[in-house]
């Protein structure tokens, strides 16, 4: 098992969207925190894009933002990226691609988070 934990934060773009066109944009930030006794890199991304109508886009690209970070043992690395989807809410999950300091690669689930719009939430 590996040493890695994700954790993620959302927000609504309400300057980005066109709610009259059905586009919705996102703003997500992931904290990637190395917990294990050995640098890690990230090589590559697997997003699920789900909306509520239960369709998915699948997204595969290398790195996050342009950048394959390598990531110390006990340090954070934070970025942000952002999504558009075609409802007012639905969520998102996936995979990071890595290695280790041994050029071991392995795969760090990235675990669903929601996509909703604030004024949908009780």
């Given amino acids: 098992m590996n ?5 993620v ?4 773009l309400p300057d980005l969207s066109k709610i009259e066109k059905s586009i919705y ?4 930030e992931i904290s990637i925190k190395n917990e294990s006794n050995n640098k890690v890199k990230l090589i590559s991304r697997h997003w699920n894009i789900y909306n509520s109508y239960g369709e998915v886009k699948k997204i595969d690209g290398e790195g996050v933002i342009g950048q394959k ?3 110390d043992s006990g340090e954070i690395f934070t970025y942000n990226s ?3 989807i075609n409802t007012a809410f639905g ?12 050029e071991n690669i392995f795969k760090v689930k990235i675990p669903e988070f929601s996509l909703i719009l604030p004024d949908m939430i009780n």
């Fill in 9 to 12: 934060k959302t927000n609504f």
């Fill in 3 to 7: 040493k890695i934990k994700i954790n």
């Fill in 25 to 28: 944009y996102f703003l997500y």
């Fill in 82 to 84: 952002y999504c558009p």
């Fill in 69 to 71: 970070p390598v990531i």
């Fill in 91 to 102: 969520s998102m999950d996936g995979f990071y691609t890595m290695t280790d300091h041994e």
